[in-house]
């Protein structure tokens, strides 16, 4: 069994930076294989894939409304996902989702989810 765990939420002004960290674990668990990625929910509605990167690190995935803000990467020597988020804004309000999927990219249904960490832009 995986377990994901996020870190790093919280309360931050816009345009504040926040990184987020997904410490994944597991009996003889490996990152080194699984494509890697961030989701988010906000309060009504659907959680979405905004970053992805495959095993090692490349072909990153970045949705339209994070792309040039939020930097994806991984050091799979670790076993941790992190998620640089910068020049926050109010929508980026959200739970935010670590998933870790053994396919080459992320799915909109992943094999493993954390448990989530809040992430509130608010001044």
């Known amino acids: 069994q995986v377990q994901l765990i996020e870190s790093g939420g919280g309360l931050v002004q816009p345009g504040g930076s926040l990184r987020l960290s997904c410490a994944a674990s597991?009996?003889?668990?490996?990152?080194?294989?699984?494509?890697m990625g961030w989701f988010r929910q906000a309060p009504g509605k659907e959680r979405e894939l905004i970053a992805s990167?495959?095993?090692?690190?490349?072909?990153?995935y970045y949705a339209d409304s994070v792309k040039g803000r939020f930097t994806i990467s991984r050091d799979n020597a670790k076993n941790t996902l992190f998620l640089q988020m910068n020049s926050l804004k109010p929508e980026d309000t959200a739970v935010y989702y670590c998933?870790?999927?053994?396919?080459?990219?992320?799915?909109?249904?992943?094999?493993?989810w954390g448990q989530g960490t809040q992430v509130t832009v608010s001044s």
């Open positions: 990167s495959r095993w090692n690190g490349g072909n990153t």
């Open positions: 998933a870790a999927d053994r396919v080459l990219v992320v799915r909109p249904t992943p094999d493993y």
């Open positions: 597991g009996r003889t668990f490996s990152m080194y294989p699984y494509a």
